[in-house]
């Protein structure tokens, strides 16, 4: 069996790193939207689970603050939710198929 060479192994670790930073870089300038009560409130978190905005429905308002604070904490868990997927996905993009560590999908 062939010995790997040292050289070619290091360009390898190089582009892989290259490519990560891209992928992270770009996961900071993605937005996903997580949502409650019909769209009530909404939830922008970045590619990176950054919360990015919140948008209130006026109506939302009259409701109370316990409801109100439901609907916040639901949209953001969903947010965040879709923040992990789409960062799965450009992280699993990154390896061949099926190498991505479990909890991470």
């Excluded at 949502?35 to 109370?64: C, F």
Aim: charged fraction near 20%; avoid cysteine; aromatic fraction near 0%.
């Amino acid at each position: 069996m062939p010995q790997p060479n040292p050289k070619q192994l290091r360009q390898l670790q190089q582009n892989m790193l290259r490519q990560l930073e891209e992928t992270q870089g770009s996961l900071a300038t993605q937005e996903v939207e997580g949502t409650a009560g019909g769209g009530a409130v909404t939830v922008r978190a970045t590619g990176q689970q950054r919360i990015s905005g919140v948008t209130i429905e006026p109506d939302v308002l009259e409701e109370g603050a316990e409801l109100l604070g439901d609907l916040v904490l639901a949209a953001v868990n969903d947010a965040l939710d879709r923040s992990r997927e789409l960062a799965a996905r450009s992280m699993e993009s990154l390896l061949p198929p099926g190498m991505l560590p479990p909890g991470l999908r």
